[in-house]
Structure formats: C-alpha cells, structure tokens
C-alpha cells in the first residue's frame, strides 16, 4: 500500500499531520481491544478501521474505548478506507484512518 507515495508493507495509522507507522497489527484476527484504544490518545472526531482486503466487523466490544471516548468508528476494507480518509481529510476533518495490512502468509 502506498500513502503519499510512500510504500508501507505493515500495518499502520494514518492522521492529517502524521503516519504512525508500524502499527502493531499482523491480520484482523489478531486485533485486540487495546489496539484500538490506544487511537483515543490521538483525539480524532472518526476511525475508520480498514480490515485488510475483505470487510469484516469486528467485536463491537473491540470498538468500547472509542465509543467511551466519543470518538465515532466506521469499518470498511482498507482501501475503502483509504478512499474515506481521503475524502475526510480533504474536508478538514480530524479523522485517523487505522489500516490493517495482512502480511503476506511464508509457504
């Protein structure tokens, strides 16, 4: 995946003013509750969760922290999610997109 001409082949977060890189997420099935609450440190208005190439939802318990925070979450695969922030960012709206990258499975 490329983010301003940059490639990234791990998992990341991307905000307005920065790229956290290496957001310590190998595949959808290993997001834990944790994960997503260390965003609400980041204060975005929105995440929105990029789930790899497939869309799948996650726990609703998984969203909590956020939730608790008031920080609204939407869930699409990462490309629609690259898509949104796009569309967001533009706007000018502070939204943190948290894209999973699935690293490629060694045979």
Not at 30 to 46: I, M, N, Y
Not at 92 to 105: C, E, P
């Amino acid at each position: 995946m490329a983010v301003n001409g940059v490639r990234y082949e791990s998992s990341l977060v991307v905000l307005p003013d920065r790229i956290m890189e290496n957001w310590d997420i190998q595949d959808f099935e290993s997001l834990a509750q944790g994960d997503l609450s260390a965003l609400v440190s980041l204060k975005p208005e929105l995440v929105l969760l990029g789930t790899g190439d497939l869309l799948r939802f996650p726990d609703s318990k998984l969203l909590a922290g956020l939730a608790a925070a008031g920080i609204g979450a939407e869930i699409m695969d990462t490309r629609a999610a690259c898509r949104t922030y796009n569309i967001l960012a533009e706007e000018g709206r502070n939204v943190a997109a948290a894209l999973i990258i699935s690293q490629a499975k060694q045979v």
